[in-house]
């Protein structure tokens, strides 16, 4: 019903910047948000930051800072903009989507995620 499609991901070294983004096809209802969450290797994944369903825009407190999240609604894209990157920033970063059904009910979709290694 929703794709989610990456891009950006790539090599930086420390104290680099880096912006990914995330562009959803299919069907996005009226109400939605959209955010990032990040997955190290052996390492569950966790939320990076989001733009939540009620427009708040929440983040990690490792990203605090350092990282901002907008939103494009006529693009459906969603950007997260990295600067001072660190090592421990290395991970696999998943786009997502929570698409508003209706009262108390959503979806939430999942791109295939893009590679951001921070190495010097």
């Known amino acids: 019903q929703v794709q989610l499609v990456e891009s950006g991901g790539g090599l930086v070294q420390p104290g680099g910047s880096l912006r990914v983004s995330c562009t959803a096809a299919?069907?996005?209802?009226?109400?939605?948000?959209m955010g990032w969450y990040r997955q190290a290797p052996e390492k569950q994944r966790e939320l990076v930051a989001e733009?939540?369903?009620?427009?708040?825009?929440i983040y990690a407190d490792s990203a605090k800072g350092r990282f901002t999240i907008s939103r494009d609604n006529v693009k459906k894209t969603v950007y997260l903009q990295m600067n001072s990157l660190k090592p421990e920033d290395t991970a696999v970063y998943y786009c997502t989507l929570e698409n508003v059904h209706g009262l108390g009910y959503s979806k939430r979709y999942w791109g295939q995620g893009t590679q951001v290694t921070v190495s010097s």
């Open positions: 733009i939540t369903v009620t427009g708040n825009k």
């Open positions: 299919g069907t996005v209802f009226s109400t939605y948000g």
